[in-house]
């Protein structure tokens, strides 16, 4: 048995996402010109990024140079990456894996 | 490459995944989801002994407009006969895994709810090849 999926326990998915976010209005304007509705994997503490036609193409390119490193995935021009439409937040919240620190 | 599939009398849309991760595989049944934009969601209690590696993070907007932060995770499955990388959502509770529209990205997805026939194939291809995914 493995310890499972939990890589990176103290990992706070609340602040990455928030710096990434920051990093991502940085550069939005360009971005949004040119890329538009391509996946974008973004490390705001390089303030590199890797595009995609699909979420593993962007992620695949960014862990071919850092293997190691956790990246954000982001829709250029969409508020969020995916849609999950299957789903709603009550039964997400009420099923939640993972804690208030972000962590599963 | 093509990939043969069921509709089950609900009209739901199924193949057979091998999904491997760095500490195991399974094979399991997916449902297709056409309003998941991702590529693979998978339970969390099937996502555990897989030990899928931490990718990154993501946003996702929900059914009802909420928004969640989601931790990714990167797993291969195989897909007609090749291997292919993907990023994966755990959810949470006792669902069934499915795929989304970014896995189905530059296939074309035949659904013949007539004879219960389910296709996905390379664009101008027309000859099957195995293995198949169909259930059972």
Known sequence: ?104 | MTIEGDIDSNNTLWVKLDVIGEAGKKTMPVFIDTGFSGELAIPLQIAVPLGLKLSGAATSRLADGAEIRQMLFSAKISWGTQKRPVTVHVMPGDVNASIGCALLHGYVLHADFENKQLIIKEPHVDEPTKPNNKMG
């Open chain 1, 1 to 104: 048995m493995t310890d499972g999926i939990i890589q990176k326990p103290q990992f706070n998915i609340e602040e990455f996402s928030k710096k990434s976010e920051d990093f991502y209005n940085e550069i939005r304007d360009k971005l949004e010109t040119n890329y538009k509705d391509k996946y974008i994997a973004l490390d705001f503490e390089t303030k590199e990024y890797w595009f995609g036609d699909i979420p593993s193409d962007a992620l695949l390119k960014a862990k071919k140079k850092y293997p190691d490193k956790i990246f954000y995935l982001i829709q250029v021009g969409s508020p969020t990456a995916f849609s999950i439409q299957s789903i709603s937040s009550v039964s997400f919240l009420k099923k939640k894996c993972y804690d208030n620190r972000g962590r599963y």
